[in-house]
């Protein structure tokens, strides 16, 4: 039976069992609890500094309104970064390459914004759909342009974070089995193929990283948009 490259997106199944529930679960058990006393070790320092730095970094731009969702855009955060990262290591599944989950945290975060929007200033989150100054003829074309781009924003959302991950996992793939063909006949074709590898895979972390931030940012930005 021929295996492709794009089985290992599958999603795993164990006994009939999904293992896609215990994916998402397992980034939660990994982060230490914070506790009440005043000195607390090294890596709850750290990881207070981070969300701290991130929650002031993402709810700058927001009014006093949008800081409401300070705690689910710095958890989202978290959570994406954790499974983009732990997708990287060998044997794992990341769930963030499946576009169901990724727009399956987009959409309703989308619409929540959008539904806040037309809730507390409706003029205003309808006139988006307008800009000021359109020629009369052109205000009908314009509306639906405005509107399609608006109903496309989940969906960008969700195929750029599955699109990053899934071509970086298929480029990484593709190079190992290169070095792993070569090392036979090419040796010092091989080792450059590693050490390619390796800085491919410096690169994918930073990649994980940075699309759980641009993920959770441009939601921040709709939701600027909105409030």
């Known amino acids: 039976m021929s295996v492709s490259l794009f089985d ?22 990994l982060f230490p609890t914070p506790s009440a006393r005043w000195l607390s070790n090294r890596l709850l320092t750290l990881q207070g500094w981070f969300i701290n730095r991130f929650t002031q970094q993402i709810l700058m731009p927001l009014n006093l309104g949008g800081h409401k ?15 983009n990262i732990l997708g990287l290591l060998p044997y ?15 959409v309703p975060l989308w619409l929540a914004t959008v539904l806040i929007g037309l809730r507390n200033q409706p003029t205003a989150a309808l006139g988006h759909l307008l800009p000021e100054g359109t020629p009369v003829p052109l205000i009908p074309i314009l509306i639906i342009i405005e509107t399609i781009s608006l109903f496309i924003r989940p969906l960008a959302l969700g195929v750029r974070l599955t699109a990053n991950l899934t071509a970086g996992h298929l480029l990484m793939q593709l190079t190992s089995t290169a070095a792993f063909v070569m090392l036979s006949m090419m040796p010092a074709v091989a080792a450059l193929t590693t050490i390619l590898l390796l800085m491919l895979t410096l690169l994918e972390v930073a990649v994980a990283m940075i699309q759980a931030y641009v993920f959770v940012l441009l939601l921040s930005l709709y939701l600027q948009d909105n409030t």
Not at 8 to 29: D, E, K, N, R
């Open 69 to 83: 969702w300070a705690l689910i855009l710095t958890s989202l955060m978290v959570f994406l970064i954790t499974l």
């Open 8 to 29: 290992q997106f599958a999603s795993p199944v164990f006994m009939g069992i999904p293992l896609l529930a215990l994916a998402l679960t397992l980034p939660w058990v």
């Open 92 to 106: 794992t599944f990341t769930p963030t390459t499946q576009l169901s989950l990724n727009l399956g945290l987009a």
